[in-house]
């Protein structure tokens, strides 16, 4: 771990002074709020657990605050900013304050959701402050394309974390919740003031931890078969399963027929099912894979499936530093 000293880090001072330089202002079409506190990014480090040997991608780095706390504690990081003016001063910040670990820092210079490769050894751990009205599907697409990614700590809307790590039966359990635990075992981590940014959100911001799941979801349907019943249980969310899956199963009685040979009631509805659930619903789909089918689970690349759904986006202004 590098000796960095305790000012190598951005204060509000340093913030300002930056975003003058740059002539940036912070935009909602982004939703750039940018952390102007130390301590807090600091804490958001300690709480990712991040070790000396991680190799972390940052997704929305802003003006810097995060990327060089992350600097100060893990191997490498890379950074994936979609800002023309803010990715092209990163790397200078970057060197003018901690010179000793630039050589550790790269810097993509594109939409989070184009990245498909990233420079250096895989990613260890994700740890970022999202842009909140794309939080969601960044999230899924960074936990879908990059599997080396074992641990991940996100701060987001403090509604939108909530969504995330809520468990079945909870109102707020949805297709968030749902397809996160696809991935990884989920919980809140805790939660941010909104005096910590510039400008000050209108909206409290939460931390989502999410650590892999050591044993995939044992199924034979694919990550898309799957997505695909969440994603029409939950657009129907007060239906029973058997009236909210008829358009997916091409009737009622098919969507019947499915719940009945996953061993789900068709009146439950979808709040009260896990993704294990889901899974099961998806393998029974008349004319589908069938547990006949005996293929292995397959993931396919990402695409509506990270959508959220039944109004489980999150469309609020918020952090993208």
């Not at 340093?14 to 079409?29: H, N, S, W, Y």
């Not at 895989?122 to 074992?150: D, G, K, Q, W």
């Not at 635990?181 to 910590?196: L, M, P």
Request: glycine share 8%.
């Amino acid at each position: 771990m590098s000796t960095t000293e305790p000012d190598a880090l951005l204060g509000p001072a340093d913030i300002r002074e930056l975003a003058a330089a740059l002539g940036v202002r912070p935009t909602k079409q982004r939703g750039q709020n940018f952390v102007i506190d130390a301590n807090t990014v600091r804490r958001i480090v300690r709480t990712a657990e991040v070790r000396p040997d991680d190799v972390v991608v940052e997704v929305g780095p802003g003006l810097g605050s995060l990327t060089l706390a992350l600097l100060e504690a893990a191997d490498r990081v890379v950074a994936v900013e979609i800002d023309d003016v803010l990715a092209a001063a990163l790397p200078t910040t970057v060197a003018a304050r901690m010179p000793e670990r630039a050589d550790r820092f790269a810097l993509v210079h594109s939409d989070a959701m184009l990245v498909r490769e990233l420079p250096g050894p895989a990613p260890t751990a994700l740890v970022a402050n999202l842009p909140y009205n794309v939080a969601v599907p960044v999230l899924l697409t960074m936990l879908e394309r990059f599997p080396s990614i074992e641990r991940t700590l996100v701060m987001v809307q403090a509604e939108v974390a909530d969504r995330l790590a809520a468990r079945p039966g909870n109102k707020v359990y949805g297709v968030p919740s749902v397809k996160a635990n696809w991935y990884a075992d989920v919980k809140r981590a805790g939660a941010i003031g909104r005096n910590v940014f510039w400008p000050a959100p209108n909206v409290d911001s939460g931390l989502v931890s999410l650590v892999r799941r050591t044993e995939s979801v044992t199924t034979r349907a694919s990550r898309t078969e799957v997505f695909a019943v969440v994603d029409a249980a939950f657009a129907q969310r007060r239906k029973t399963l058997r009236a909210a899956l008829a358009g997916w199963a091409g009737s009622a009685s098919a969507a019947e027929a499915a719940l009945v040979a996953a061993g789900i009631s068709p009146q439950a509805r979808g709040e009260a099912l896990t993704v294990e659930e889901f899974a099961a619903i998806a393998e029974n789909k008349p004319g589908g894979t069938g547990p006949g089918a005996n293929r292995p689970r397959e993931d396919s690349g990402p695409g509506a499936d990270t959508d959220t759904n039944d109004n489980d986006t999150n469309t609020a202004s918020g952090s993208g530093e």
